[in-house]
T-cell receptor, first 111, second 110 residues
Framework: SQTIHQWPATLVQPVGSPLSLECTVE??????LYWYRQAAGRGLQLLFY??????ISSEVPQNLSASRPQDRQFILSSKKLLLSDSGFYLC??????????FGSGTRLTVV | DAKTTQPTSMDCAEGRAANLPCNHS???????VYWYRQIHSQGPQYIIH???NNETNEMASLIITEDRKSSTLILPHATLRDTAVYYC???????????FGSGTKLNVKP
């Protein structure tokens, strides 16, 4: 069966520090992968999606970037975090029938 | 951009049916209606989806109007654990990306 792993679960980082969040998928090949962010009390905002290795589409220009170095690995990064980067970050992959399967999320607090 | 409209919040008594409406007046012929829910501090969870026929699974029923411009998600016997934000999304079957709207916060009360 397909599973999605996302870590860390929580993260507290100072303003100006770098960020790297990793997401991996098991049990499937060439998945579509997605990064969403949810600010406190808000809806889910699509940040990036990838249909294959090295292929990244950005939905919202901002202080973040994404990379897909391997088929089942999706990384979200920032060189210098801002306070506004705080939020709940979710990785997801697209299944054949049921739409998305989401990871458990990373709650990022920038202080 | 989200192409659906949902009420911001709804209350439901425990054990009663919860009926969550969604308007999607600009839906295209090849677009499906998907429903997800997000329990606090968790990732969204798939509930059900449909094209034009009513659908039922172990979690819920989906009623789509004949003109497909609106739909209703029905939780037949709501429990406290059904308290969550419910998202209605329209997308083609071969979609590349989902856009989530604001959803409906369902409060199930004892």
């Amino acid at each position: 069966s397909q599973t999605i792993h996302q870590w860390p679960a929580t993260l507290v980082q100072p303003v100006g520090s770098p960020l790297s969040l990793e997401c991996t998928v098991e049990g499937t090949s060439n998945p579509n992968l997605y990064w969403y962010r949810q600010a406190a009390g808000r809806g889910l905002q699509l940040l990036f999606y990838s249909v294959g290795i090295g292929q990244i589409s950005s939905e919202v220009p901002q202080n973040l970037s994404a990379s897909r170095p391997q088929d089942r690995q999706f990384i979200l990064s920032s060189k210098k975090l801002l306070l506004s980067d705080s939020g709940f970050y979710l990785c997801a992959w697209r299944g054949v029938r049921y739409g998305y399967t989401f990871g458990s999320g990373t709650r990022l607090t920038v202080v | 951009d989200a192409k659906t409209t949902q009420p911001t919040s709804m209350d439901c008594a425990e054990g009663r049916a919860a009926n969550l409406p969604c308007n999607h007046s600009t839906i295209s012929g090849n677009e499906y209606v998907y429903w997800y829910r997000q329990i606090h501090s968790q990732g969204p969870q798939y509930i059900i989806h449909g094209l034009k026929n009513n659908e039922t699974n172990e979690m819920a029923s989906l009623i789509i109007t004949e003109d497909r411009k609106s739909s209703t998600l029905i939780l037949p016997h709501a429990t406290l654990r059904d308290t969550a934000v419910y998202y209605c999304i329209v997308s083609t079957y071969n979609f590349n990306k989902f856009y989530f709207g604001s959803g409906t916060k369902l409060n199930v009360k004892p």
